[in-house]
């Protein structure tokens, strides 16, 4: 992939608008039922969220809600109940980037004049097609229903409870289910439905407790000093796996110096609350909890395996063994990442996605794999140019899933057999113009200290023209741009708008730069990065010098955009090589680790006072920063965030507007009163990006098409 950066493009059949681009359907949440008889999922058009359902028998999609409105309010954490009738959801919240709620109060990003709320939906699912009306069950969230149907969530920090009367309504009055000191979360019922396990959260130790009756005291199992999460039950009910880590206690880690994050996995005898280790990490870097989201950790499968992710030869895998404890045996060998892992209805086998396939291209997308625990080597599903992910695995060895491809926005498909799926057609597609898409190319360069740094390469047929060009860092940073559509909903929006960046003259180049994942866990977790160094940076760089060499790029008129960590690392571009980046947008980046650090350590003030690793770390921090070189700051910059941002605090943009004006240093600002950090409101996104559209094409010179 490496070499002279002269590369072909795909020629769009028209241009699109960027409304029409951004009007694709983003789909989410798929789950299938206990008895994987059906399966529902969340579709999201033009900001209107509505849950969809299916039959695994005949596969035809029906609507479940009727929502009509770009209300910015979430529809998540789809749950079905044991038989499959009914079915919970959760309406409104932050459920992506799950940070705490600011005073409580959920996101308002409509400018609602009435409060908005998080609220537990019940919803009737009829093999008619026509279903019934949802209706609110409670306010709360993290819904746990049992098989004697009984709901569980948490509300204020506590678990509470309300049955279930026939249909869809709330039979008794809610109540705290009982009383505990710690902030409780996670809900999970025994299969049976007479025992309640969740985690107490205490600040530098959590729990895994244990509810039975309210004469009954609270079991806690195995009380430490350490953080135990993640409770999974046995299939009989009679025991629990969870997940313990250590805990660090009050004093600070010095950040510029890598340090293991082992795990261990823990059983418990619920009747006696005898508690065993069954199996521990290694006490190295590569034995550390692996950072992927969106992955469950454990898997109590029906052979009596524990199935678990790990990291130890450098790759997120798939491990079991024995509940009785033993060596773990790798169940997904390679060189590729594992993501989305589910159970099959007998907890037999389990599906995954990986970013794995038949050629080098596959490293930046998606395809299905199933794999068993019994030393069969994993048969994949899926394979080609598409991307596969979020398996839901139903009866008959069929499996839900959601697939995208380069041009094709993401939809819910099912595989019956190899080589044979079929598309779930709810009409969204109509009209999209995804024959304007271009397809990206896959292409790598070097940085200065040898890393191989992979990007997409967006761009049109070459007109012989000379084109300004634009890099494109995505945030996280522990996420990695595709070869198409992104399953999560921030990154789709940045493969649309650079999608259009495309059509509107731009060669654009997605920097997958180093933190992120897909490349294995040395990749993610480099030397020197972030706050301890901005090692990173180098990559970005690296990625407009590749630029400068592509034939029909005008190395004069190169730009950068992103979000988030993309936001900072745009911030850093600008500030220390405006002679390369000629403009920019960040969206709500950090400007300065120093206060950000401070807050998330939340450390007394003798410990900055007092520690020389710690005034070490503060001054690297603060050179790692945008705020350190902003006098070299010269080109001009878009900031864009909403004020109600709980991930990067709204006072980043503020210090940063503030010393970009001191310096008369030209910058525009675009602010989303009540707007959270992935923005909530598709109107919200359109305008967002119509305004980083119009910025780059106006500083760069770019044609501009129609809005």
């Given at each position: 992939?490496?070499?002279?950066?002269?590369?072909?493009?795909?020629?769009?059949?028209?241009?699109?608008?960027?409304?029409?681009?951004?009007?694709?359907?983003?789909?989410?949440?798929?789950?299938?039922?206990?008895?994987?008889?059906?399966?529902?999922?969340?579709?999201?058009?033009?900001?209107?969220?509505?849950?969809?359902?299916?039959?695994?028998?005949?596969?035809?999609?029906?609507?479940?809600?009727?929502?009509?409105?770009?209300?910015?309010?979430?529809?998540?954490?789809?749950?079905?109940?044991?038989?499959?009738?009914?079915?919970?959801?959760?309406?409104?919240?932050?459920?992506?980037?799950?940070?705490?709620?600011?005073?409580?109060?959920?996101?308002?990003?409509?400018?609602?004049?009435?409060?908005?709320?998080?609220?537990?939906?019940?919803?009737?699912?009829?093999?008619?097609?026509?279903?019934?009306?949802?209706?609110?069950?409670?306010?709360?969230?993290?819904?746990?229903?049992?098989?004697?149907?009984?709901?569980?969530?948490?509300?204020?920090?506590?678990?509470?409870?309300?049955?279930?009367?026939?249909?869809?309504?709330?039979?008794?009055?809610?109540?705290?289910?009982?009383?505990?000191?710690?902030?409780?979360?996670?809900?999970?019922?025994?299969?049976?439905?007479?025992?309640?396990?969740?985690?107490?959260?205490?600040?530098?130790?959590?729990?895994?407790?244990?509810?039975?009756?309210?004469?009954?005291?609270?079991?806690?199992?195995?009380?430490?000093?350490?953080?135990?999460?993640?409770?999974?039950?046995?299939?009989?009910?009679?025991?629990?796996?969870?997940?313990?880590?250590?805990?660090?206690?009050?004093?600070?880690?010095?950040?510029?110096?890598?340090?293991?994050?082992?795990?261990?996995?823990?059983?418990?005898?619920?009747?006696?609350?005898?508690?065993?280790?069954?199996?521990?990490?290694?006490?190295?870097?590569?034995?550390?909890?692996?950072?992927?989201?969106?992955?469950?950790?454990?898997?109590?499968?029906?052979?009596?395996?524990?199935?678990?992710?790990?990291?130890?030869?450098?790759?997120?895998?798939?491990?079991?063994?024995?509940?009785?404890?033993?060596?773990?045996?790798?169940?997904?060998?390679?060189?590729?990442?594992?993501?989305?892992?589910?159970?099959?209805?007998?907890?037999?086998?389990?599906?995954?996605?990986?970013?794995?396939?038949?050629?080098?291209?596959?490293?930046?997308?998606?395809?299905?794999?199933?794999?068993?625990?019994?030393?069969?080597?994993?048969?994949?599903?899926?394979?080609?140019?598409?991307?596969?992910?979020?398996?839901?695995?139903?009866?008959?060895?069929?499996?839900?899933?959601?697939?995208?491809?380069?041009?094709?926005?993401?939809?819910?498909?099912?595989?019956?057999?190899?080589?044979?799926?079929?598309?779930?057609?709810?009409?969204?597609?109509?009209?999209?113009?995804?024959?304007?898409?271009?397809?990206?190319?896959?292409?790598?360069?070097?940085?200065?200290?040898?890393?191989?740094?992979?990007g997409q390469l967006f761009r049109q047929a070459d007109t012989g023209a000379q084109q300004p060009a634009v890099i494109?860092?995505?945030?996280?940073?522990?996420?990695?741009?595709?070869?198409?559509?992104?399953?999560?909903?921030?990154?789709?929006?940045?493969?649309?708008?650079?999608?259009?960046?495309?059509?509107?003259?731009?060669?654009?180049?997605?920097?997958?730069?180093?933190?992120?994942?897909?490349?294995?866990?040395?990749?993610?977790?480099?030397?020197?990065?972030?706050?301890?160094?901005?090692?990173?940076?180098?990559?970005?760089?690296?990625?407009?010098?590749?630029?400068?060499?592509?034939?029909?790029?005008?190395?004069?008129?190169?730009?950068?955009?992103?979000?988030s960590y993309g936001g900072y690392l745009t911030g850093l571009a600008l500030a220390r090589n405006s002679d390369v980046?000629?403009?920019?947008?960040?969206?709500?980046?950090?400007?300065?680790?120093?206060?950000?650090?401070?807050?998330?350590?939340?450390?007394?003030?003798?410990?900055?006072?007092?520690?020389?690793?710690?005034?070490?770390?503060?001054?690297?921090?603060?050179?790692?920063?945008?705020?350190?070189?902003?006098?070299?700051?010269?080109?001009?910059?878009?900031?864009?965030?909403?004020?109600?941002?709980?991930?990067?605090?709204?006072?980043?943009?503020?210090?940063?507007?503030?010393?970009?004006?001191?310096?008369?240093?030209?910058?525009?600002?675009?602010?989303?009163?009540?707007?959270?950090?992935?923005?909530?409101?598709?109107?919200?996104?359109?305008?967002?990006?119509?305004?980083?559209?119009?910025?780059?094409?106006?500083?760069?010179?770019?044609?501009?098409?129609?809005?």
């Amino acid at each position: 992939m490496a070499g002279v950066p002269v590369l072909g493009a795909t020629t769009p059949t028209s241009t699109p608008t960027l409304d029409q681009v951004l009007g694709y359907p983003f789909v989410s949440e798929l789950v299938a039922s206990e008895k994987g008889d059906r399966f529902a999922w969340v579709e999201d058009v033009r900001g209107v969220r509505n849950i969809w359902w299916a039959l695994a028998t005949d596969s035809k999609p029906r609507p479940l809600t009727h929502y009509t409105s770009d209300d910015g309010q979430e529809l998540t954490q789809l749950t079905f109940s044991s038989d499959g009738q009914t079915l919970l959801y959760v309406r409104g919240g932050d459920h992506d980037a799950n940070w705490p709620s600011q005073g409580n109060l959920a996101p308002n990003p409509d400018n609602s004049t009435s409060e908005a709320k998080v609220a537990i939906w019940s919803v009737l699912v009829a093999v008619a097609d026509a279903a019934s009306e949802p209706v609110q069950l409670v306010e709360g969230d993290s819904p746990a229903l049992s098989s004697k149907g009984q709901l569980a969530y948490v509300k204020d920090g506590q678990i509470w409870a309300v049955a279930l009367g026939r249909g869809t309504s709330a039979a008794g009055n809610a109540q705290r289910l009982f009383f505990d000191r710690g902030k409780d979360d996670t809900p999970v019922w025994s299969p049976d439905g007479t025992r309640l396990a969740f985690v107490s959260e205490r600040d530098d130790h959590s729990f895994v407790g244990v509810y039975t009756t309210p004469a009954q005291p609270l079991l806690y199992l195995t009380p430490s000093t350490n953080f135990d999460y993640e409770p999974v039950w046995s299939p009989d009910g009679a025991s629990l796996v969870f997940l313990r880590q250590p805990s660090h206690g009050d004093a600070p880690e010095n950040f510029l110096v890598q340090r293991p994050d082992p795990f261990a996995i823990w059983t418990a005898d619920v009747a006696t609350g005898k508690c065993r280790q069954v199996w521990s990490s290694p006490d190295t870097l590569a034995g550390s909890l692996p950072n992927i989201a969106g992955n469950e950790p454990l898997f109590w499968m029906a052979d009596n395996k524990l199935v678990f992710l790990a990291e130890t030869d450098n790759w997120p895998h798939l491990y079991a063994v024995d509940t009785v404890g033993g060596d773990a045996r790798l169940l997904t060998p390679g060189h590729f990442m594992v993501e989305n892992v589910v159970a099959t209805p007998d907890h037999r086998k389990l599906v995954y996605s990986a970013n794995a396939g038949e050629t080098a291209d596959d490293e930046d997308r998606r395809h299905l794999f199933r794999v068993g625990t019994d030393g069969h080597a994993p048969e994949a599903l899926t394979s080609g140019d598409s991307l596969e992910w979020s398996p839901a695995a139903l009866a008959e060895d069929k499996v839900a899933y959601i697939a995208a491809g380069a041009q094709r926005p993401a939809v819910v498909d099912i595989w019956t057999q190899p080589g044979s799926s079929q598309m779930l057609d709810t009409g969204s597609l109509k009209d999209y113009p995804s024959s304007a898409l271009v397809v990206p190319k896959l292409v790598s360069f070097k940085s200065p200290d040898g890393f191989t740094i992979q990007g997409q390469l967006f761009r049109q047929a070459d007109t012989g023209a000379q084109q300004p060009a634009v890099i494109f860092v995505h945030g996280g940073p522990p996420r990695q741009m595709l070869l198409g559509w992104h399953y999560r909903d921030y990154y789709s929006n940045a493969y649309a708008v650079n999608q259009y960046l495309a059509s509107q003259g731009f060669t654009v180049l997605s920097v997958n730069y180093r933190l992120g994942i897909g490349y294995g866990r040395a990749f993610q977790h480099p030397d020197h990065a972030g706050p301890a160094g901005a090692s990173e940076y180098q990559d970005v760089l690296a990625g407009a010098r590749y630029l400068q060499q592509v034939k029909g790029v005008d190395a004069h008129r190169i730009g950068i955009w992103g979000g988030s960590y993309g936001g900072y690392l745009t911030g850093l571009a600008l500030a220390r090589n405006s002679d390369v980046f000629k403009a920019g947008v960040d969206l709500h980046g950090i400007a300065n680790w120093v206060p950000d650090l401070e807050k998330s350590q939340a450390l007394p003030q003798h410990w900055w006072e007092v520690s020389a690793d710690w005034k070490e770390a503060v001054a690297t921090a603060f050179a790692a920063s945008p705020d350190a070189d902003i006098a070299k700051w010269k080109s001009p910059v878009l900031l864009i965030q909403g004020d109600d941002d709980r991930n990067v605090l709204f006072d980043q943009t503020v210090e940063l507007a503030h010393r970009l004006e001191q310096q008369h240093t030209p910058f525009e600002e675009l602010v989303l009163p009540n707007e959270i950090h992935g923005f909530l409101r598709w109107s919200n996104w359109l305008h967002a990006d119509e305004a980083t559209v119009e910025f780059l094409s106006r500083e760069l010179g770019a044609q501009t098409g129609g809005r």
